[in-house]
């Protein structure tokens, strides 16, 4: 019983800043971990940044250095802070809980980064 909702997707330059959120209810006592994926037109969804209960923070090699993703200290809400952004991060980025059933997936949001 955990859902997840994104938001703050938009349309941004190269270069540019967004900040997507995502939000956690339900029984979050039960959640392993959280983290952002993406999928653009074509494409596999991919693993974009993972926070574990325990802190441990993972990042994918296209986006490390790029990309961070602050946590609330509730734990319960995550960001994606996508900084210096380039055409090919263009895609649906979607919000995961990891918890018992399985992972609770968000509906997505979009983000389009062009000139």
């Known amino acids: 019983q955990v859902q997840v909702v994104e938001s703050g997707g938009g349309l941004v330059q190269p270069g540019g800043s967004l900040r997507l959120s995502c939000v956690a209810s339900?029984?979050?006592?039960?959640?392993?971990?959280m983290g952002w994926y993406r999928q653009a037109p074509g494409k596999q969804r991919e693993l974009v940044a993972t926070?574990?209960?325990?802190?441990?923070?993972n990042y994918a090699d296209s986006v490390k250095d790029r990309f961070t993703i602050p946590r609330h200290s509730a734990k319960n809400t995550v960001y994606l802070q996508m900084n210096s952004l380039k055409p090919e991060d263009t895609a649906v980025y979607y919000c995961?809980?990891?918890?018992?059933?399985?992972?609770?997936w968000g509906q997505g949001t979009q983000v389009t980064v062009s000139s």
């Open positions: 339900g029984s979050i006592y039960s959640i392993y971990a």
């Open positions: 995961n809980a990891d918890n018992p059933v399985g992972r609770s």
């Open positions: 926070v574990t209960s325990g802190g441990s923070i």
